[in-house]
């Protein structure tokens, strides 16, 4: 027998109210010693979780710092390691997710995640840390959520402007996903889905934010989203953000959301059915520019200038990015980048000729 495909997720619950199973599933899995990881908005989900599996949780953090620096998981990860803690448990966005997978990958336990935002992670084996104020990421099976649970209900507090702009994040995931190499049927299916019913999601929280009906399409897309990023590799778009990340620091999700519609732009023309199909969901002309619609008809972000890109240096971004080696559709070329960063910046709508 040939394995052509195989596909890694965590095993997943999702129903409105799941927040009340979690202790259920932590007996599934014979955890007896837990860390409680939750972030400042989850206060009072982590609350109820601490009430309701009691002598269970051993340790608890209620404070999460963005992209795990190392002086803060470290002392984490020796308290879990005297504590012998068995599991991590989440509850938060992907920072607390983040947090938890260094923890479980240090301490070499278990992670059950219960995401709180659209970032996906909580469906991957993908790991971030930093150091001396440099980010690394990898992959590890290790950091996999052996669970997953996902609650609409815990996304209604989850404000508009982060709301869209996750999201935006979250369908660049599904995009990439579409022209990696890897791509199977089944990723394929799942981003396609994922993209479409991120579309209607973030349109009916437009209308109305506390939609549960609108909110639960908006995890679902996530959980979709976030399994292609986790079975598939990714190219410029997210090469571009993690470059602009690391040297500048601009805000994750902002910036995944003005970056998206002309990297895809930048390969339009090199995986020309893969975006026909991201266009034939977006109902548009191009995806680039149905994915710039949606950003502005929602109110996510478009424009790198607005969330402090110093453009002055696009020269030295464009080095870095075009010397890195790339799985991509069209070879990564310093004046494409250039130019991709420059209308990115400006935020300016992708036509049909550029
Ligand atoms: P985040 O976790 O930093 O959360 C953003 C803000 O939203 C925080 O202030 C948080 O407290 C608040 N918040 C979260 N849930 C809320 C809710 N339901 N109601 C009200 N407020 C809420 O941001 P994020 O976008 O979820 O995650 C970003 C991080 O995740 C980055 O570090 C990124 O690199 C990482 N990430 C990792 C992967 C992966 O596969 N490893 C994938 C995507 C993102």
């Known amino acids: 027998m040939n394995l052509i495909a195989m596909t890694n997720s965590p095993r997943v619950i999702f129903a409105s109210g799941a927040l009340s199973q979690v202790a259920d599933e932590i007996a599934l899995l014979n955890k007896k010693r837990v860390l409680l990881i939750s972030d400042e908005s989850a206060a009072k989900h982590a609350a ?11 340790q608890s953090v209620s404070h999460v ?3 795990v620096p190392d002086e803060f998981s470290s002392l984490i990860a020796s308290a879990a390691r005297q504590e012998q803690i068995d599991l991590v448990l989440t509850i938060g966005g992907g920072s607390a997710t983040g947090l938890g997978k260094i923890i479980a990958l240090d301490c070499a336990i278990d992670l059950m995640a219960i995401p709180t935002t659209y970032a996906g992670s909580e469906m991957t ?6 150091s001396n104020n440099q980010k690394t990421t990898g992959r590890s099976a290790a950091v996999l959520p052996k669970t997953t649970i996902y609650d609409p209900e815990l996304t209604l507090s989850l404000p508009y402007s982060i709301s869209v702009n996750s999201g935006m994040n979250a369908i660049a995931h599904a995009v990439e996903a579409l022209y990696a190499p890897e791509v199977t049927p089944e990723i394929k299916q799942a981003a396609l889905e994922g993209i479409t019913i991120f579309t209607s999601g973030l349109r009916g929280i437009r209308e109305n934010i506390n939609n549960l009906s609108s909110r639960t399409d908006l995890l679902r897309g996530s959980m979709l989203c976030g399994f ?6 990714m190219g410029i778009h997210h ?3 993690h470059t602009l990340g690391g040297m500048f620091d601009l805000p994750h999700a902002p910036m995944h959301s003005a970056v998206l519609p002309w990297a895809v732009q930048y390969n339009q023309g090199f995986a020309t059915t893969q975006l026909n199909e991201v266009a034939e969901v977006l109902s548009a002309r191009s995806a680039a520019q149905g994915l710039w619609d949606l950003a502005k008809e929602v109110g996510a972000q478009t424009s790198l200038k607005e969330i ?4 002055e240096r696009t020269e030295e971004v464009a080095d870095v990015i075009s010397s890195a080696k790339y799985v991509n559709p069209r070879p990564f070329d310093k004046d494409g980048i250039m130019e991709l960063l420059s209308n990115a910046n400006t935020g300016s709508r992708p036509d049909d000729e550029s």
Do not use: D, F
């Not at 292609?228 to 590799?233: C, D, V």
């Not at 402090?308 to 453009?311: D, E």
């Open 48 to 58: 109820r979780l601490q009430s309701e599996l009691g002598s269970l949780v051993i």
């Open 228 to 233: 292609s990023l986790n079975n598939a590799t």
């Open 239 to 241: 090469k571009i953000c």
């Open 308 to 311: 402090g890109y110093p453009i």
């Open 125 to 130: 084996s993908i790991w971030g840390r930093t």
């Open 65 to 67: 710092v963005m992209h």
